[in-house]
């Protein structure tokens, strides 16, 4: 049984993140860890906390903190938002640790006896009025490529594409807003990923498992030419440039790039875990200490491919040392917020915090994986949220429950029923189940979350169909027995519901499987439906939980659309017929 590896991009450390970064990265490789844990895998699901580079020191002055002191913080804050949205990290790091640092020079060392890095001499905007350099994320200004006022001097958000600083147009401090920029000579180290070119283009193309986003974005960069990435910023805060142990000459008001010295942080994360008592990292990491034999998938966001696709594994390659590399690559475009991608730095959307001052963890998580920004952007809507919450999750999956559950309470006094055999209707219900199963199960594999959630969603509803098929409240008048039946199939498709539901909705799932007296955490049901519908034992105690999901009202949406931004659409009629 293969080992899975499972990381996703490192959120930012420059404060909460919105929803955005929780639909393109985390969440989906949380609920790919929960069920392949659900599966008996053994499962290492590291994350972190990027900390370093332009954005963590502005951040921190703006905030009036020192910027260790203000990462130290925000760290905590994002560790503890993500615990509450229920994201199972086995570990969750900070690529400030010493283990990221030494493993970011010791691979600068290895690249460079590599002659895949080399010193130059660079021609850089300096800000007269701020009396420093300006690195890349310092400086503002018009993307030369699609003409976006705000693109980064590293990157265009707008249009994806990878930039150079001095190739902006009408550029700025980003620090002060000051114009008075002049150019200047400095020395920086240059990562050679033009001579990577091929051995990069042969990985990529060997990876038949990443989807096409992943793919095309990685073939993008290929198809245009790889080009050798400065790897040094004139900066305070970061890795330090050092050679040999010491500082070197030259680069001591320098530090590592953020984006070569991030991703180095997986590896980091995992020696952090491993020094804490979790066991031994290389076999992880090291395919000459057994890494081989896992299965390493990465979840992240669309605009964040490149350098996963390119710069990362030109690193690791680059090396020549046996480090495991990515095996799926599963990219995410934008969740947009009313026609805007969600955004940090502009505080635009509903951010993780005040998302669980209003709902509870598991609407949210339900939501964004069913809605995912999988195969296209997807756009955020009040409207969408209260139905997938008062559709999906109180009518069809939690008034199933309760139903249920009251009914035992009242006439079986909250015991699984013994009496009866199951007739025909129920063997088809067997039949369906079995294939429902196996649908779910393939679509949790492959990484598919928003055919997982409609898998997951017609499970729920073929229990309801099954009970008004079934109408126990009617055979209970005239066939005690049947109506045991009923109610016995019912409950154990009440525990099947919490065990391939747990994955999405843990914290509901595990007040259903309490209820119901089954074992948490759960493992994957198998394939037999017949034997997973009868795995409660009779005579076992249930009990009545909460009412598992609230409805979301109009005055509801009224209240967060002026809260928040965004304008719902009029409600629709609503069906009143009562789903049991």
Not at 381 to 397: C, F, I, K, P
Not at 473 to 493: E, H, P
Request: glycine share 6%; proline share 6%.
């Amino acid at each position: 049984m293969p080992r899975i590896l499972i990381t996703s991009a490192l959120p930012y450390i420059n404060g909460v993140k919105h929803l955005g970064t929780l639909a393109g990265s985390m969440l989906p490789a949380d609920v790919y860890a929960r069920f392949q844990r659900a599966r008996g895998h053994e499962v290492l699901y590291v994350c972190a906390t990027d900390e370093h580079g332009t954005p963590a020191e502005l951040a921190a002055a703006e905030a009036g903190q020192d910027v260790f002191t203000y990462c130290e913080e925000q760290h905590r804050a994002q560790r503890d938002i993500g615990r509450r949205f229920g994201l199972s990290w086995d570990w969750f790091g900070r690529s400030s640790s010493p283990q990221n640092a030494r493993l970011t020079q010791h691979l600068a060392e290895v690249l460079e006896d590599n002659r895949l890095i080399e010193e130059r001499l660079d021609t850089l905007l300096y800000s007269i009025d701020d009396h420093r350099f300006l690195p890349d994320r310092y400086i503002e200004g018009t993307c030369p490529v699609c003409g976006y006022g705000q693109a980064r001097g590293d990157q265009c958000d707008n249009c994806n594409s990878l930039l150079d600083p001095m190739d902006l147009k009408d550029p700025y401090s980003a620090v002060s807003g000051s114009r008075n920029l002049e150019a200047r000579e400095t020395r920086h180290l240059y990562l050679l990923q033009s001579r990577m070119q091929g051995p990069i283009r042969a990985w990529v193309d060997a990876k038949s498992e990443w989807p096409m986003l992943a793919r095309s974005i990685a073939h993008k960069h290929l198809d245009e030419g790889l080009i050798d990435r400065g790897i040094t910023r004139d900066l305070a805060w970061g890795v330090p440039v050092l050679r040999g142990g010491r500082p070197r000459p030259g680069f001591e008001a320098k530090v590592f790039y953020v984006w070569f010295d991030a991703p180095i942080e997986y590896i980091g994360a995992t020696q952090e875990w491993a020094d804490a008592g979790g066991g031994d990292w290389r076999r992880w990491w090291r395919t000459d200490a057994g890494a081989e034999d896992v299965r390493y998938v990465q979840f992240m966001g669309k605009d964040n491919v490149a350098f996963h696709a390119v710069s990362f594994p030109a690193t690791l390659l680059g090396s020549g040392e046996p480090w495991k590399t990515v095996d799926t690559l599963k990219a995410f475009n934008w969740l947009n917020w009313y026609g805007e991608p969600f955004s940090t730095s502009h505080r635009r959307g509903v951010f993780l915090d005040t998302a669980l001052e209003i709902l509870p963890p598991d609407c949210w998580r339900w939501y964004l994986t069913a809605n995912s920004p999988e195969h296209s952007d997807a756009a955020f809507t009040w409207e969408q949220l209260t139905a997938s919450v008062n559709r999906d999750l109180a009518d069809v999956l939690g008034n199933f429950v309760n139903r249920i559950l009251k009914f035992c309470e009242a006439r079986f006094d909250g015991a699984v029923p013994a009496d009866g055999e199951p007739s025909a209707l129920e063997h088809k219900l067997y039949a369906d189940v079995s294939v429902r199963l196996a649908d779910l199960t393939a679509q949790f594999e492959a990484i598919e979350a928003r055919k997982a959630a409609q898998a997951l969603r017609g499970l729920w509803a073929a229990g309801n169909e099954y009970l008004q098929a079934a109408a126990p409240w009617t055979a209970i008048k005239t066939d005690q027995a049947r109506a045991a039946v009923i109610m016995r199939t019912a409950l154990n498709l009440a525990a099947l519901y919490a065990r391939v539901s747990a994955p999405v909705i843990p914290f509901a799932a595990e007040t259903i499987t309490l209820a119901l007296g089954d074992a948490w955490p759960p493992s994957w049901p198998s394939l037999d439906a017949r034997a997973e519908l009868d795995r409660l034992a009779p005579g076992s105690r249930v009990t009545v939980p909460e009412v598992l999901f609230r409805k979301i009202e109009e005055a509801d949406v009224a209240a967060w659309a002026e809260r928040f931004g965004g304008v719902p659409r009029p409600a629709r009629s609503r069906d009143p017929r009562q789903i049991i």
